[in-house]
């Protein structure tokens, strides 16, 4: 890799553009033939995403990271030229970002008489420059040998916990690539399957917690040793044109049934735009602009008119935006397809240079994540618009939440005097679902990037770091109000226990501006603080038994019953905890759909009842009226002629669309907000 900027950015193009499928093969098309029975190919298919699973499995139970136990992980197969036939994954995000290394192994070492490539190699791979998402996002891959013959790639990956450099895990403080530690192009660091101990020295000299590492990169070879395995038992049954005609097979059906289902939604142009409220190092407003233009089979997504690059950490590279989008594409638009590489094949990208969305390589981008994250709640509300017209209607949502304040990584040597990285997972993978065309969002369920990664327990955590919960439960009022409202994220509160100190750090949005938006009159979800409370008196309450302990975070603040000096500052933080100390945390919630007057009372009583909401959220926003408060008892006809009232007060202050947009072309940001926008838009 070239060190002068021109050279970086053309390598770095060269590397990411690959996205879709490559051409096939002679010999791919020649052992593709023994597919043309749908029978044959269903079971080769099967076969592929059992041992995909298979190999998921070994990972998330051998791993050791807090996000690989809780299901942030992807394992699968590849064709022999780096294309991604199938996988078994939490982390679609983590899916589609394998390809474009894996590419770059094969253009550039095959015939490299220094390195070649070989039966039994390990390669690893950890550069965002060479299309991983961040570099705590580490990568494997091992060759698939059949007599001599290469017919396929496994490969593994996962987020660890910390990649060294100048902040716990990802730091908000990193203004350039050279503040964010361990940034490895792809290398190999194993070979006739056996990692090399110099080279995971290397990597292990490079991070704060070098065990977790070492214990999860040995698990990402025995899954993908496994795979390798159970692959070389087709090649041997059936031959090793079954598996590299079956792999392409898989592809073209997809490729082709992909840019089908595109053709089938209505052409037209589809927007939406998102904003930051931070950079990382300081407040300001950025702006995530896309545009779905579809025509045909064809869909181009153009991001023109997103913010300049900023010089905080929040900046990201083209390749980070193409492999977002497929976390909806995958969950959403291709939900009933495969998980491959192919069902980029009807996509175009236009992320201009010099945006935050394609910025300089030299900038930091581990953080990106977060941007390209607020990002994917306007590329999905584009798609929710167009999908909402079409035979696919019951797959549209309101945005769902993510981040909307922190990531929690904890940091120092633990109770069991081992140097330990965590990340207190809920604050990921416990958010809100947006609501649904037909259904309220799910409560604490999700992580953007994975849908199907899980909660870690309380007791199980407790048990890994010196912490103590004194609570988790649904987080109330912080969803978006609607018809059919956003699910609810978690609150908890966490006191540092049984040592002297640890480090913590936060990072996010959402402090001053929705994280989601709603769809069609549903509200955003919250917004909010970071929250510490420190030299608390938590250690003396909890001996004396106090039941007056907060057990939520609005009690936490209004009571005050603990003692101690509280933080109330915006996403971003970094400290040193002592003993006793309290961080006061949520997930994020999802976006409501449909207008909140339509919402049944029903459902806006049993919200109350549950402690979803609050009862000053059922008359202001829902309009309900109780004849009796106590007992909570529905009182229709007056909730109808509030609700009657409330519409008619609506009317009375709209206008007419043209007058709208110059009263509102009036309105500007604050001056400090605007340092970071970019151009202000033209009035209408």
């Not at 390195?115 to 190699?121: E, F, K, L, P, T």
């Not at 990802?170 to 530690?181: L, V």
């Not at 229709?636 to 110059?662: G, S, V």
């Not at 001056?671 to 009035?683: C, D, F, I, Q, V």
Request: hydrophobic share 35%; with cysteine.
């Amino acid at each position: 890799m070239q060190s002068h900027s021109g050279n970086l950015q053309s390598q770095y193009e060269r590397i990411t553009e690959r996205y879709r499928p490559e051409p096939p093969t002679s010999l791919e098309l020649k052992y593709m033939k023994d597919f043309e029975d749908p029978a044959e190919l269903s079971i080769f298919y099967h076969k592929l995403e059992l041992i995909a699973v298979e190999g998921r499995e070994i990972f998330t139970k051998m791993g050791a990271a807090p996000l690989i136990a809780s299901g942030d992980l992807v394992a699968g197969i590849m064709t022999s030229n780096g294309d991604m036939a199938v996988c078994s994954t939490g982390t679609y995000l983590h899916a589609a970002s394998t390809q474009f290394a894996l590419k770059y192994i094969l253009d550039h070492f095959v015939n490299d008489p220094t390195v070649g490539i070989a039966d039994g190699d390990i390669w690893f791979v950890n550069e965002a420059l060479y299309g991983v998402t961040h570099n705590v996002d580490m990568y494997l891959y091992l060759p698939v040998f059949f007599k001599g013959k290469l017919i396929a790639w496994t490969f593994a990956g996962a987020h660890e916990p910390d990649a060294g450099g100048i902040g716990v895990g990802m730091s908000p403080h990193a203004r350039t690539r050279y503040d964010e530690g361990l940034k490895i192009p792809p290398i190999k660091i194993g070979e006739n399957f056996e990692l090399k101990r110099d080279l995971m020295a290397m990597i292990e000299n490079q991070v704060r917690d070098p065990r977790t590492v070492t214990l999860d990169t040995k698990a990402k070879v025995a899954a993908c040793m496994r795979i390798r395995s159970r692959l070389l038992e087709i090649a041997d049954r059936r031959g090793e044109g079954h598996v590299i005609g079956g792999l392409r097979r898989v592809l073209t059906l997809i490729a082709e049934a992909a840019k089908k289902r595109v053709a089938s939604f209505n052409d037209g142009i589809y927007r939406h735009t998102m904003f930051l409220d931070n950079t990382g190092s300081r407040m300001g407003l950025i702006r995530l602009s896309v545009a779905i233009k579809k025509k045909g089979e064809k869909i181009t997504v153009d991001c023109s008119g997103t913010s300049p690059q900023t010089e905080g950490a929040y900046n990201c590279l083209k390749h980070q935006v193409v492999v977002a989008s497929s976390v909806k594409l995958f969950n959403y638009l291709f939900g009933d397809f495969p998980g491959s590489g192919a069902v980029f094949d009807p996509f175009e990208y236009v992320v201009p240079r010099g945006t935050v969305l394609n910025s300089d390589p030299e900038n930091a981008v581990a953080l990106g994540i977060i941007t390209v994250g607020r990002w994917m709640s306007a590329f999905w509300t584009s798609f929710a618009k167009m999908m909402y017209d079409s035979d696919y209607q019951d797959l549209v949502t309101a945005s769902l939440g993510h981040r909307n304040t922190k990531h929690t990584p904890i940091s120092g040597i633990n109770q069991y005097g081992l140097q330990q990285v965590w990340e207190l997972v809920e604050t990921v993978n416990a958010n809100g679902q947006g609501g649904r065309a037909n259904s309220d969002g799910e409560n604490a369920c999700v992580y953007h990037f994975s849908p199907s990664a899980d909660t870690l327990d309380v007791e199980l955590q407790e048990t890994q770091l010196p912490i103590l919960y004194l609570f988790r439960n649904l987080m109330p009022d912080n969803h978006g109000f609607g018809k059919h409202r956003g699910g609810t994220g978690v609150q908890f509160g966490v006191m540092l226990h049984n040592v002297p100190s640890f480090t913590a750090i936060a990072r996010g949005q959402g402090s001053k501006f929705p994280i989601d938006t709603g769809l069609f009159g549903g509200y955003a979800g919250g917004t909010g603080p970071a929250i510490s409370v420190r030299n608390t008196n938590l250690k003396k309450l909890l001996k004396d038994s106090d039941m007056d302990i907060p057990r939520g975070i609005a009690e936490l603040l209004e009571k005050r019953h603990i003692k101690g000096d509280y933080s109330i500052t915006e996403p971003n933080m970094y400290w040193t905890m002592r003993e006793g100390d309290l961080i006061a945390n949520y997930s994020s919630s999802g976006a409501g759909f449909g207008d909140p007057l339509e919402r049944d009372p029903e459902d806006v009583l049993r919200d109350l009842r549950q402690g979803i909401i609050s009862f000053k959220v059922s008359q202001e926003v829902y309009k309900v009226v109780f004849s009796n408060r106590h007992s909570l008892q529905l009182d229709l006809k007056k909730t109808a002629k509030a609700r009657k009232k409330a519409r008619q007060a609506r009317l009375e202050t709209a206008l007419p669309y043209h007058e709208f947009i110059m009263e509102w072309s009036k309105k500007r940001p604050p001056a400090e907000a605007m340092a970071t926008l970019g151009p202000w838009p033209k009035k209408a």
